[in-house]
């Protein structure tokens, strides 16, 4: 069974960090882009960061961007999205999904497998 993991969610505080995994079973990830993504209450699921299948290419949407960053062990099957200097605007259920090949996208609509997602939460 193909399957995509999340974990490393949480409460942190203002200014805090927190590492998310994405570790993939019954597959591969060698082979496959990986995009996080998040999705507030009442709120569209957004883009946040992918990165290409050798991790030579990675991507931020503008909110993360020198705050986020994004990494892969492809040995470990895993992905890691190290989130710094968290704000309660952060706050959100984190995805990971994968998409076969090696483009890093941000539309949700070109990943096939998703993860069933992972709470942070930032507040004081």
């Known amino acids: 069974q193909l399957q995509l993991v999340e974990s490393g969610g949480g409460l942190v505080q203002p200014g805090g960090s927190l590492r998310l995994s994405c570790t993939a079973s019954?597959?591969?990830?060698?082979?496959?882009?990986i995009g996080w993504f998040r999705q507030a209450p009442g709120k569209e699921r957004n883009w946040v960061s992918s990165?290409?299948?050798?991790?030579?290419?990675?991507n931020y949407a503008d909110s993360v961007k020198g705050r986020f960053t994004i990494s892969r062990d492809n040995a470990k099957n895993t992905v890691y999205l190290q989130m710094n200097s968290l704000k309660p605007e952060d706050t959100a259920v984190y995805y990971c999904?994968?998409?076969?090949?090696?483009?890093?996208?941000?539309?949700?609509?070109?990943?096939?497998?998703w993860g069933q997602g992972t709470q942070v939460t930032v507040s004081s």
């Open positions: 999904a994968a998409s076969y090949g090696s483009y890093s996208y941000d539309s949700m609509y070109e990943y096939d497998y």
């Open positions: 019954g597959f591969t990830l060698d082979y496959y882009a």
């Open positions: 990165i290409s299948n050798s991790g030579g290419s990675t």
